[in-house]
């Protein structure tokens, strides 16, 4: 049956209509397509071409090197020297354990190396570079290199380790560096770059860790190319970092060796200050270390041998160490009592030997007593009683008004590990620290530097330069940074008497040069080098002893402390030989010939000293260690 010409004219409609909805839905996909590929083929072309690149291409950073060290007359006292070393990036390494087994066959790498290397591989990203060994030979490395195309992903690089050419003089001032610790990142909020990269160093201790912030230089990038397998193909592009600072310090490599020669033995330290500008020309503690043992890490049995030592070669005593000052304290109890008016420097006190407090008896060091005594005499022969009575006529307050003004009880703002505040110790500081009034016997203990007094070689050495020129000058022992020169800080004048400084100094002359001085045999002969100092012997036990008839640690510490020239101050010195017994025997003989070296330059003929001390000194001195300048060590080559 044929259908009506109108159904068949519906039905074409129909079809025609569908046709178009389905034609127009293709076409309109079809652009969406053809849109979205122009998107991507055209308006992000540089984006996907970066993705591709990155498959390629890899970004690495370069360490800067190590801003150098130098002491004041340009010897290098940190350097830094080429090594040799391997590295792996796990991404590109593919089968870890047939890597290393190749690896292997080619360096000498131990069983404890290779699980390191493995642990440290672990925990890093793995795009991270991480060092399997280093220090190597170049024949090492010239075998891995020729063997690359069998160890994907190991490179070879020749890169930059700390290196301190002076070993031990500078070990506790200059510290040393070590690679970066969990610890170390721990310590940090935002931590660099940088010190995801294994090995890298950072300053541990010392000047390396506190300017840590000026030497370590900021990284640079190189981007290279690498195969399907991950091996690197070539270097695209380098961008250099930015190379520490370099530090010249106040310090002087020759003195400070002569310095660390003569307390060889002890356990001890001192402090060279030149008293104008505050500049350390040296400072040493003994005994000391040598830091390259901690450069890439120390053994144990290293480490185990210094933690083991009775005289604690770790520990920085000269900023670090506090010790009663003993009768070098007398100078801050004299300048206070007589800066209060509650003394005049020709007054005269009596002593018997002891001063009675209540039914207590405070002894002075000779029983016999001293008979009457003034300001000038109570220096020159270290009277205790004087000192018992001015203390107690000041009172404790402006002792230690006076010791801060002189710069004890102070933190001293140097770059080093440590600095000890000391103690100057008032009522306020007592009943706060240990919940007790301070008593009149706490004074008297503290007018003579023992009871709560404590003050650090540091400390002593910056109160003679003052006392040398009424300056109240700062310590300084950066010099410059990168040849900009640092400033030298001071609190201009003291606001202390001259007259009573004056009459201060001319004791401590005569503490060296008056045949009753407690350090006459201790003196120079030149009149430009004629010094004047304080003794100064500190118990460690309450009881007083014989030095010689008990163990090594529980002697008296021995101190002595002084200027010269007297005539014209340059340098100001202090030592502190812990359990040496007394200050005029152990103590001065240190400082007299620490001043003969500093003020002669080398070291001096055997005439600037008393002609009944020379075979002793010459003794003492041809078995000091002192360095060549081929860096070697050997005995004094004295005039």
């Not at 890597?99 to 493995?118: G, Y």
């Not at 940090?188 to 506190?210: C, S, W």
């Not at 190189?222 to 690197?232: F, P, S, T, Y």
């Not at 007259?499 to 060296?512: D, E, I, W």
């Amino acid at each position: 049956m044929r259908r009506p010409t109108k159904d068949t004219e519906e039905s074409a409609r129909r079809i025609t209509r569908r046709g178009l909805i389905l034609g127009g839905s293709m076409i309109g996909f079809m652009g969406v397509l053809a849109g979205r590929m122009r998107y991507m083929q055209v308006d992000q072309a540089e984006q996907f071409r970066l993705l591709a690149e990155e498959n390629r291409i890899n970004i690495r950073l370069i360490p800067p090197a190590r801003g150098l060290i130098f002491d004041r007359t340009g010897t290098p006292i940190a350097a830094n020297t080429q090594n040799y070393r391997i590295v792996i990036v796990r991404e590109d390494a593919g089968d870890l354990d047939e890597t290393f087994a190749k690896l292997r066959k080619l360096v000498p790498l131990s069983d404890a190396d290779v699980e390191r290397a493995m642990r440290e591989i672990r925990r890093r990203s793995p795009f991270v570079p991480v060092t399997i060994a280093d220090q190597l030979a170049w024949e090492d490395v010239s075998e891995v290199a020729v063997n690359a195309p069998a160890l994907p992903g190991v490179t070879p690089e020749v890169g930059l380790t700390r290196h301190y050419p002076l070993g031990e003089d500078f070990a506790h001032v200059v510290g040393y560096v070590g690679p970066v610790s969990d610890y170390d990142l721990s310590k940090l909020e935002n931590p660099d770059p940088l010190l995801q990269i294994p090995k890298f160093q950072i300053g541990k201790v010392g000047l390396e860790a506190k300017r840590e912030d000026v030497l370590r230089g900021s990284a640079g990038t190189k981007r290279i190319e690498v195969n399907a397998g991950g091996r690197v193909m070539r270097e695209l592009s380098r961008l250099e970092g930015k190379k520490g600072a370099d530090l010249q310090l106040t310090l002087d490599h020759g003195l400070q060796n002569f310095v660390q020669a003569r307390l060889a033995g002890e356990s001890a330290a001192s402090i060279v200050m030149d008293v104008h500008t505050g500049d350390i020309l040296a400072i040493a503690s003994a005994p000391s270390f040598d830091p390259n043992l901690f450069v890439r890490g120390i053994s144990v049995s290293d480490y185990r041998r210094l933690t083991q030592n009775d005289h604690r070669p770790l520990a920085d005593k000269s900023v670090q160490g506090t010790y009663p000052p003993g009768s070098t304290f007398k100078i801050v109890t004299a300048l206070a009592a007589h800066e209060a008016g509650v003394v005049t420097a020709g007054e005269t006190i009596y002593c018997s030997g002891y001063k009675k407090l209540g039914i207590r008896r405070f002894h002075c060091w000779k029983r016999g007593g001293h008979g009457f005594i003034d300001l000038h005499d109570s220096l020159m022969r270290s009277c205790d009683v004087y000192y018992y009575e001015l203390a107690e006529r000041v009172g404790i307050d402006r002792i230690s008004e006076m010791a801060r003004r002189l710069g004890i009880g102070i933190r001293h703002d140097l770059p080093m590990s440590a600095i000890a505040e000391g103690i100057a110790p008032t009522k306020e500081w007592k009943q706060s620290s240990y919940g007790e009034s301070w008593r009149v016997g706490d004074s008297l203990n503290a007018a003579i530097g023992q009871g709560f007094v404590l003050a650090s070689p540091l400390q002593l050495a910056v109160m003679t330069a003052r006392v040398a020129t009424g300056e109240g000058i700062h310590p300084r022992l950066v010099k410059s940074i990168d040849a900009v020169e640092q400033p030298v800080q001071s609190d201009g004048p003291l606001g202390i008497s001259p007259t009573t400084l004056s009459q201060v100094r001319k004791a401590m002359y005569s503490v060296s040069n008056s045949r009753r001085g407690t350090a006459y045999r201790s003196r120079l002969l030149p009149d430009d080098m004629k010094l004047a100092g304080k003794t100064g012997t500190s118990q460690v036990r309450s009881v007083v002893v014989d030095n010689k008839n008990v163990p090594w640690d529980q002697r008296d510490h021995a101190l002595f402390v002084c200027f010269a020239p007297y005539d014209n101050p340059r340098i100001a010195v202090s030592v502190v030989i812990e359990h040496g017994g007394g200050g005029s025997s152990a103590a001065a003989p240190v400082a007299r010939d620490i001043v003969a070296r500093a003020l002669h330059g080398d070291l001096p003929p055997l005439d600037v000293f008393p002609s009944g001390e020379r075979d002793s000194i010459a003794e003492i001195w041809d078995a000091m260690p002192l360095r060549r300048e081929d860096g070697s060590f050997g005995r004094s080559d004295r005039a």
